[in-house]
């Protein structure tokens, strides 16, 4: 059994990767690069929803506008580019919008070749803050500062009530970005079986230690009673928010934390991960092909086949929980989960990644021959009629207005075939004005069953993580971009440390921790480590008065 030591001094964590996006704005990123075209959409929406804008005096000023490509259009309802919502935003924006399809799931790659082409749209959306700020640092982004003043009204005030996104939004002292303001919210989370808690007489774990031991329980305890050795115990998922680490799998590059004021690279925190994963390996309580189930298929399988005990994910507060649970539930009617607090490590209790309630999601081209309109299109975008059109459809077609002051749908099925695809097209609402009419709780209804039970784990995730008392999973919003050359070396030094880490959990007695990460640091030495060490540090030292600390974010907690 592996022993709880002292708390660790105080540490805090950098994270170079984007927290995901809260699911009532996204859907979960799929789908391939297909943007081939199909027929338009069935039905145009009517413009007597939100946000119509004024009739212009002659043309509309054109303008090119990036889309997440998910392919995830149902059919029928046209494509990313041509579908009920580009219709309504041609018809009621102030400009003319023309989409340019980016693939989700490898949008740099594409935005690289646009950029080199010459053919960038006039105005990008993108996740990745540490991409944006590397097309700042080329100089393919203006500064926003003087567009703002001249050619907005509704961004602008937005800007000039929030400091946060002032702070958020500047780049090398200049405002390169715009930001917005979504709900703080759960995201990532652990579920375990209560019932086979209560069959075994075990109490919810609390520390790294019981979390094995109830991991071990439910593995050889025969917890489900079928007098059979079929479930298993845990998987690593989540296992390294216990660190206070990013639970990005085949990124072990990520692991630097505030030392004495200054940003250092932490190797005893992968350790004591790398130490927790092996105890867990070898004591059978995941699967021996852990490593092969890369994206967590196959334990979201055994979880949902009432073969595993313990399990993690994202998407609380969104549909993605929601369809797990609910398919747990029809597969196992009689299964009983609660969702447990990340155990505490020897270096404290800490949360997963959550739903940052700030976040900067678009920027415009250097090219753009038009700024003015662009901005304009911005303010649009920005309006809560737009938003509320956009995130909730048509009053009296897609929604009926609640008790509560919310839009109720109508009709789900209807609204998952016409809304569920155009959550990129408002990537700038600002949701989290919106207060519970935005959280993905007033789309449940109580008086079923299914999503009370629903709604009291939504509740026990924000009792156990939106909370002070742990911090999150990092401690700032800070991801500088990286020089070419250092990039690339990153790139290269994850696939080393990946397997370096892998062999020492898999490789049995004479694969020790101790030394997997001697290797990994004379690696990360060999491949020029020491030189992206040196970048973050100074750029932490260069930047720390404008770096956001996470523990501003509870303040945007919904009471």
Known sequence: MMKSKSKAKQTIQLSFSLLLASSLVLSACSGSNTNKETSGATNQPSTNGGGTAEPSKGPKPKITVSVYDRNNVPEGEGTITDNRWTKWIQENAPVDVEFVPIPRTNSQERWNVLFASGEAPDLIFEFSNAFMREIADKG?????????????????????????????????????????????????????????????????????????????????????????????????????????????????????????????????????????????????????????????????QDWLNGKLGIWGMGGLEGGGGYNAYETLMTNNPNAEVMIVPMPASEFGTFAPAGGTPVQFTAAINA?????????????????????????????????????NGCPKPIDPAKNKQELSYNGDMYMLANTGLMGECAEFSNQLDPSKPLDQAYLDLIAQGREAYLSPDRPLWKEMEFSPSLPADMLVTTNTIKNTLTNIYTKAIVGGPSETVEKAIGEAKAAWEQAGGAKIDEFYAKSYADNKDNIIHTDEYFKYIRK
Do not use: C
């Not at 934390?257 to 309580?285: C, H, I």
């Not at 038009?370 to 938003?387: G, K, Q, R």
């Open 367 to 403: 090219t753009a021959k038009d700024p003015a309109a662009v901005m304009a299109y911005i303010d649009w975008l920005s309006s809560e009629e737009v938003a509320k059109t956009l995130m909730f459809g048509i009053e009296g077609e897609h929604y009926k207005m609640g008790e």
């Open 140 to 300: 393919q982004l203006i500064p926003l500062d003087e567009v703002i003043e001249k050619h907005s009204t509704t961004y602008k005030k937005f800007l000039e009530e929030n400091e946060i996104i002032q702070k958020l939004t500047k780049h090398n002292g200049e405002t390169y970005f715009f930001g917005r303001q979504i709900p703080m919210t759960t995201n990532h989370f652990l579920l375990i079986r209560k019932d086979w808690l209560d069959k075994l007489n075990l109490q919810a774990p609390t520390t790294t230690d019981e979390f094995l031991e109830v991991a071990k329980a439910f593995t050889t305890g025969d917890p489900d009673g079928n007098g059979q050795n079929d479930t298993l115990g845990a998987t690593f998922q989540a296992v390294d928010f216990f660190y206070q680490l990013n639970n990005i799998p085949g990124d072990p590059v990520n692991a630097y934390f505030l030392e004495g004021g200054e940003l250092k690279r932490s190797w005893d925190r992968p350790q004591a991960v790398l130490e927790f994963k092996k105890a867990m390996y070898e004591a059978g309580v995941v699967d021996k092909d852990i490593f092969a189930d890369q994206n967590g298929a196959k334990a979201q």
